[in-house]
Each structure stands twice: as structure tokens, then as C-alpha cells.
């Protein structure tokens, strides 16, 4: 609601911009916090929300009237003046508040099926300032909001999965709880969550299953399995298992179908038949009744492989020769190269709770990343502060014995494949991350040359979110990654692979191209919070679909190797 006010603050004109501002950073302060306002409300009152961050007086007052009464007068008032579903409109790429505000003065579209209308009919192209080009640009948007349609990130729904399943092993009514399907596989986003469940009581677990907080209704109940809709929007199928068919139900729900329906291939040419209950000989007997789905790939000559390699991309016939490799595990990482600190805008974190925090995770170094100052909206750095901020990095370094801070910037690369930092600044980094913020949408011959110039600058050790997409929000630049890959090896640059949820940056596709040119990886939270840092487990999972080893992984070494890496 906060930012929708924001929009609707925008539209009344430039002189409003410090509250459109305002109420941005409300919106975001709010949307970061670890713990729900409603219960710091109860907790702290109207002053803990005006501890907030970016939250005074007036904002807390909305809030507080929000919390209390289901309403925020702020906003109805504005919704009156602009009845228009923005939300549900600037999903749309490219479609701005403003861009709504505009169809709805024009043709009254107040929502998505009053748009779909006026594309019906062709009205928008004829309307002034807007054209065929931009009716077309509308559909596009509208067609990969479809694409995307239903399927949610991995960072959403994991931790949901876990919360529920950590839930059913306290309820002592489930011996062994396992999550499969695509979040087994650690596919970035998922359709549907698949829970297997070992249970002497059934009809109880059922019965807890479907009165859990986290469940909003249920689509299908009977006695091995329940489907439900979660409140997080996702659906869920629980399956009670028997004990003798875990293994093979594991096995066949973990997926893919793809993975499976070769598995079973080799199961019948072995002469077996492969099911989700069992793996059967020619007279019946289950040859693989365990708990362990291991046993399956074994009786069948194969070698056991890691969930997310399960994805029909060569995985079967190298099991067969038992060549599977040994991937990359998340205790490998021992740095982070991509932090920011509270010297930018758009972080708090400080220093001391950076170590702290990835100390905890069991990292022993860590990159400060802060944004350079063409990300002027985030307060970047420009060449002396950066100094400052070094000379910091230094002195806290001289306190710490078992962990080291870095030196370093998320640089801005501009428009003409210049980095926006001298060289001397860039100099006195540890390394330098490097990575396009802004024309995201220029064509691709552009987009590659800046992208390619910046590279063969010599300046750049890690190219971050190489292709700037946001999942379900906004679509990858243009760039020929071939090209961008081939001056990245003639370079010594590692590709990033950002694990931030929404991110995932290189995706597993192109890391898997990025390796044939014989490329490392960074693997980096891009940590803006403290709890981001956690995020790490999602770029190991690309990394793994992408059957990454250890020595594929510049920060899978110590901070000597690390460096040394870099040396040019
Ligand atoms: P999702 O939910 O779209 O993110 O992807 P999955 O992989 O979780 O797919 P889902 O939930 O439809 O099914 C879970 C697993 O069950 C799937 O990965 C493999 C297995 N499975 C589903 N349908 C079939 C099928 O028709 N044949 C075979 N062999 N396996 C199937
Ligand atoms: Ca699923
Ligand atoms: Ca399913």
C-alpha cells in the first residue's frame, strides 16, 4: 500500500517527489524486516514503528491506523482520485504507474481484464503517444507475465517447505519427513510443492496437515494423499509412504520426469520393472525396499547423483559410467565476494555484523561490494569515499585474526564500456565486481559491445548479474553471452553467480555455456541485509545443475587463492 501511495504521489507531480521518496523507502524498510510489523506494533507501539528506518511520524500513523483497523484513510483517499489497479498493472514490463495512469484517462482500464480488452480491439495503438510498437511492447509483457505464471521462486518457497516439514517432525506423528520434486532439484522456481511422509498414523497427519496455520484450504483429501492450497499461494501434495517403498518414492517424485522415464528405460532393459512403490524383479519381488532411494541407481548399475543434476542433461548416461562428479557443497564457499555495507544507500549492514554473521556460516573472508556513484538513487561511492572506506576496511581488519575483509565496489560499467571509477581507486581494490545497471532494454548489438569493451578494459575480476534479470519481473539483457564468455576467458573474469532468490545470476543454462569456455565462478549473496547471507545455499544449487566441482569456484579456496587468482 505504501508504494502504491507512492505511485499515486507521482503522479500529482514533481513537487511531491520528497514524499513519493518518502514513502518508497517506508515500503522497503518494511518489506526487509525479519519480523512482522503487526507484532512489533504490539510490541513496541507507535515509537518501535518509528524506529523504523525511513518511517516518521505520519507514516507510523498509517500504519498504526492500518494495523488497527484494516484500513489506511491515506490511501482510499487516493484510490478515489486514482481508481486503477496499479499493482496489478506494473507487473506489466515497462508499464510505469504513469503508463497506467494514462490508459485509464484515455480508456478507463482500470485493471488487467479491461487491458486485455483494449488490446482486443486495438485501442491502444491509436492513442496518442503510444503507437503499434508500444501496443505491442504491452502484449509482450502481458505474455511473459503469463509465462511465468503460477510458478514461485525457490527462495519463497524453500524456507515454506522447511517450516512445514520441520513442524510435522515435532508433531512426533511423522517418523521420517522428505521434500522432493523441483525443490529437491533446486529448479529456481517451483510449481507445487511434493512432501513424503513416513507415518504409522495416517488419518492423525492428515488431520494435522490440513489444520496447519500455513494452510488455506484443501483441494483433495484421502489416505495416502493430501493436496492443499499453502496461504503463500503455492499448492502442496503430502504423500504417506510405506516404509518399503521410500526409496522408490523418493526416487520417482524427486524427478524429473524426464530423469525418471530414462531411469525406467534402464530398469526394463535390465529386465525390472520401476515404479514409485518398488524396483521388481521378473517374479515381483521388490529388489530395493529401503528407505533409500541410493539403492535404486545401484541395483540398476548406476551411480547415485546429487537432486538437482536430475534434469535429463546427460546426468543417466554418466551415471551408467559412473562418472558423476563431485559437485561443489556449500561448505566449500569460504568467501563472499559480493557484500554491501551500510557506506551505501540501500544496506545497514556495518562491518562488525558482516563478519559476525558470515563467521557464523563458516566463511573466512568476505568482498565489500558498495555500489559506485552512477547508482546515485543508493548513494553510491565516488572515488575518495571509496578511499574512506578502505581505509576502514584496514583498521578493522587489524582487529580481526581469523577473517578477512576485502576491498572492493559493485562499479557501475556505463553506457560506453567505461567503468564510472578512475583506475587509480579501482587499483587500490582487492578485486573489482563489476556490472550493468542501467539501459537494460538497448539492443544487442549495444548491450554486447558495452558489455564485451568493459571486459577487455582489463579492469573487471568479477562480472556481477551478468544478464541483469529479475525472475518473473524482468527479462535478461541482450548480450550474446558467447561473445561475452569468449572475452571473459581472454580476460581471467569470473562470472557471478548471484544467489540472491530473485536473481539467480547466471542461471544454470548459461553457467553450463560459460564452462565450456573454461570460465570460474563467483558464487555471491549480493547481501544487502545480514539474513541475505543465508541466501548462499541458492547459488550452490545453480552451481550444482550446472555440475560445478569445487575448483570451478574462485571463492571455494582460502583468501591467498582467492587473490592470487586475480593477478593479472
Ligand atoms: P514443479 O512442481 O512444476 O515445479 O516440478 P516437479 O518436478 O516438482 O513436478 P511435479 O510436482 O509435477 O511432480 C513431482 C515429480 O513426480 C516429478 O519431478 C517427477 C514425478 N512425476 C510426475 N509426473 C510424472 C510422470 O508422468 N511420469 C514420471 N515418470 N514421473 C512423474
Ligand atoms: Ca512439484
Ligand atoms: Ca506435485
Not at 512489533?40 to 524506529?51: F, I, N, T, W
Not at 517451483?190 to 492428515?206: A, C, E, Q, R, T
Not at 548513494?379 to 578502505?390: I, P, T
Amino acid at each position: 500500500m505504501l508504494d502504491e501511495i507512492a505511485d499515486m504521489l507521482d503522479l500529482e507531480g514533481v513537487e511531491r517527489r520528497f514524499e513519493v521518496l518518502a514513502y518508497r523507502k517506508a515500503a522497503q524498510t518494511i518489506s526487509a524486516l525479519q519480523e512482522d510489523i503487526g507484532e512489533l506494533y504490539k510490541k513496541r507501539g507507535l515509537e518501535g514503528l518509528m524506529e523504523l528506518p525511513g518511517v516518521g511520524k505520519s507514516i507510523a500513523g498509517s500504519i498504526e491506523e492500518y494495523i488497527n483497523t484494516g484500513h489506511m484513510g491515506k490511501y482510499d483517499d487516493f484510490k478515489k482520485r486514482y481508481p486503477v489497479d496499479f499493482k496489478e498493472l506494473t507487473k506489466i514490463q515497462g508499464m510505469g504507474a504513469r503508463k497506467a495512469y494514462k490508459l485509464y484517462k484515455a480508456l478507463k482500464i482500470r485493471n488487467m481484464s479491461d487491458l486485455r480488452k483494449a488490446l482486443e480491439k486495438h485501442k491502444i495503438s491509436k492513442l496518442e503517444g503510444f503507437g503499434e510498437q508500444s501496443e505491442e511492447q504491452i502484449r509482450k509483457g502481458i505474455d511473459f507475465l503469463e509465462r511465468s505464471g503460477g510458478r514461485m521462486l525457490l527462495g519463497n518457497a524453500l524456507p515454506e517447505a522447511e517450516a512445514i516439514r520441520d513442524k510435522l517432525v515435532a508433531s512426533g506423528l511423522a517418523d521420517k519427513v522428505l521434500i522432493c520434486g523441483s525443490t529437491r532439484r533446486m529448479r529456481e522456481t517451483v510449481g507445487d510443492l511434493d512432501i513424503l511422509i513416513i507415518s504409522g498414523k495416517g488419518v492423525k497427519v492428515m488431520d494435522f496437515i490440513t489444520k496447519m496455520p500455513e494452510v488455506s484450504s484443501t483441494i483433495a483429501r484421502g489416505p495416502t494423499k493430501t493436496s492443499v492450497v499453502l496461504k503463500i499461494g503455492l499448492n502442496c501434495d503430502f504423500r504417506l509412504v510405506e516404509r518399503k517403498s521410500f526409496g522408490a518414492a523418493v526416487q520417482y517424485f524427486t524427478g524429473n520426469k524426464d530423469h525418471n522415464v530414462k531411469v525406467r528405460e534402464i530398469a526394463i532393459k535390465k529386465k525390472y520393472k520401476l515404479n514409485e512403490y518398488g524396483l521388481f524383479d521378473r517374479k515381483g519381488k521388490n529388489v530395493a525396499s529401503g528407505e533409500d532411494e541410493e539403492d535404486i541407481y545401484k541395483k540398476l548399475g548406476m551411480q547415485w547423483m546429487e537432486p538437482p543434476m536430475r534434469e535429463n542433461r546427460g546426468e543417466v548416461e554418466l551415471s551408467l559410467q559412473h562418472k558423476i562428479p563431485k559437485l561443489v557443497q556449500l561448505e566449500d564457499i569460504l568467501g563472499d565476494m559480493h557484500v554491501h555495507s551500510r557506506h551505501s544507500g540501500d544496506s545497514t549492514n556495518s562491518f562488525e555484523e558482516i563478519v559476525s554473521e558470515a563467521k557464523k556460516l563458516g566463511r573466512r573472508y568476505a568482498g565489500i561490494t558498495d555500489h559506485s556513484k552512477s547508482e546515485y538513487m543508493n548513494r553510491g561511492l565516488d572515488e575518495k569515499q571509496y578511499m574512506k572506506v578502505f581505509a576502514e576496511i584496514d583498521k578493522a581488519n587489524k582487529k580481526l585474526s581469523d577473517f578477512t575483509l576485502l576491498k572492493s565496489g559493485e562499479v557501475d560499467i556505463l553506457k560506453d564500456g567505461s567503468l564510472d571509477i578512475n583506475r587509480k581507486t579501482l587499483d587500490e581494490m582487492d578485486y573489482v565486481l563489476a556490472a550493468v545497471h542501467s539501459g537494460l532494454k538497448d539492443p544487442k548489438e549495444k548491450m554486447t559491445k558495452r558489455i564485451v569493451d568493459a571486459l577487455n578494459s582489463g579492469q573487471i575480476d568479477i562480472l556481477g548479474h551478468p544478464t541483469g534479470r529479475l525472475i518473473n519481473e524482468r527479462e535478461p539483457l541482450l548480450a550474446d553471452m558467447d561473445m561475452v564468455f569468449e572475452a571473459a576467458k581472454d580476460n581471467r573474469v569470473a562470472m557471478e553467480i548471484n544467489a540472491q532468490p530473485s536473481r539467480l545470476d547466471l542461471n544454470d543454462e548459461n553457467v553450463i555455456k560459460a564452462k565450456k569456455y573454461g570460465l570460474k565462478f563467483a558464487i555471491d549473496t549480493d547481501s544487502h541485509r545480514i539474513g541475505h547471507m543465508q541466501f548462499m545455499r541458492y547459488g550452490v544449487g545453480v552451481a550444482k545443475r550446472a555440475w560445478l566441482k569445487k575448483e570451478d569456484i574462485v571463492n571455494a579456496t582460502d583468501v591467498g587463492s582467492f587473490l592470487k587468482f586475480f593477478k593479472k
